[in-house]
């Protein structure tokens, strides 16, 4: 019998987009009898099924694994009955160290080159710690047999777990690095909207203010002069019994960037605790969704764009404080 236990440790600054991800992740589990003279990376194999024994095997032989504290760097390493075995779980930027996943995506558009998906609220885009599997990383690596040829199986750019909407994947490195260029060069262009406490008073807004990793928490990111400079334009759509409907456009990508520009204004979104938010008008996740992407395509320069509807949850939210509900039809 395998006893484990899960310990996030430190958090790195990470990538300058919409998603938050741990260094790495230590998990401990004790050897049973039914283990007892098993070879370790068959050991490790069985316990942490989310990834390729392959890949544990290079865990092993870079140093990431200890038996009752000790480093050991054989894959063929008996194990005893009560050894303790620790294992540093790094997330790596090639894809195939993940298994692939065969998960629903909805995809509004597909071709040879690139894909665009609607993201339903709840699915992690890239395992990290705590979330090793059952992420759209593990479901791109099902849906196309090329993904596990791109680093992080063609993601550019990401949503925050419980973000909605739409996101760009490349389908070729031509494609991978085209879209990249673009987005640091903010020629993708994105808009959201959002639900957020207070009344915004004035139409619209551009708050213009550097973003970095709070200093007291390692988990939220603040507005910091030590931060990336980062600009969000807010429109107010709606505003009724304490609540205002937002559109928001980006013009960087930074971690967590509207929700924190909105809540350093007084503005937190509803269900977004994190950062001063508290559940309403039925939503208990965050009340953001990507509603509109536009780019030009990476191979045929063609321009593109596409707009979804929110999901279900949000839309209810939102007719609470807008009963016409059509300005994203």
Not at 120 to 128: F, K, M, Q, T, W
Not at 257 to 281: E, F, T
Request: hydrophobic share 40%.
């Amino acid at each position: 019998m395998i006893d484990d236990y899960r310990e996030p440790l430190l958090e790195s600054q990470g990538p300058a987009d919409d998603e938050d991800e741990p260094t790495y992740e230590l998990r401990s589990a004790a050897v049973g009898q039914g283990d007892h003279a098993q070879r370790l990376d068959k050991f490790l194999a069985r316990w942490l099924g989310e990834f390729s024994r392959s890949h544990l095997q290079g865990l092993i032989e870079s140093g990431h694994v200890q038996v009752d504290g000790e480093v050991v760097q054989s894959s063929s390493r008996k194990l005893a009955v009560r050894q303790q075995v620790s294992v540093e779980l790094v997330p790596t930027a090639q894809s195939l160290s993940f298994k692939p996943e065969s998960l629903p995506l909805s995809i509004v558009f597909e071709d040879e080159h690139m894909l665009v998906l609607d993201k339903p609220s709840g699915l992690v885009v890239h395992p990290a710690a705590g979330n090793w599997s059952g992420t759209l990383l593990n479901g791109l690596l099902a849906h196309h047999s090329g993904a596990q040829l791109l680093p992080r199986a063609g993601i550019v750019h990401r949503l925050d777990k419980d973000t909605s909407g739409l996101m760009v994947v490349g389908k070729s490195q031509i494609a991978v690095t085209a879209l990249a260029r673009a987005i640091a060069a903010r020629e993708v262009h994105r808009q959201y909207v959002a639900i957020a406490h207070g009344v915004m008073p004035m139409p619209e807004l551009q708050i213009e203010a550097p973003v970095g990793r709070d200093p007291r928490s390692r988990i939220r990111m603040g507005v910091v002069s030590s931060g990336k400079a980062a600009r969000t334009d807010v429109q107010r759509l709606v505003s009724q019994g304490g609540y205002s409907g937002v559109r928001c456009t980006l013009h960087t990508g930074r971690t967590h960037q509207i929700r924190v520009h909105m809540a350093s204004k007084g503005w937190p979104l509803i269900g977004d605790v994190l950062y001063g938010g508290k559940p309403a008008l039925g939503l208990t996740r965050q009340a953001l969704h990507a509603v509109k992407l536009e780019l030009a395509h990476p191979c045929t320069s063609e321009w593109l764009s596409w707009r979804v509807q929110p999901p279900p949850d949000f839309r209810q939210a939102w007719q609470q404080i807008d009963s016409a509900d059509q300005f994203w039809a």
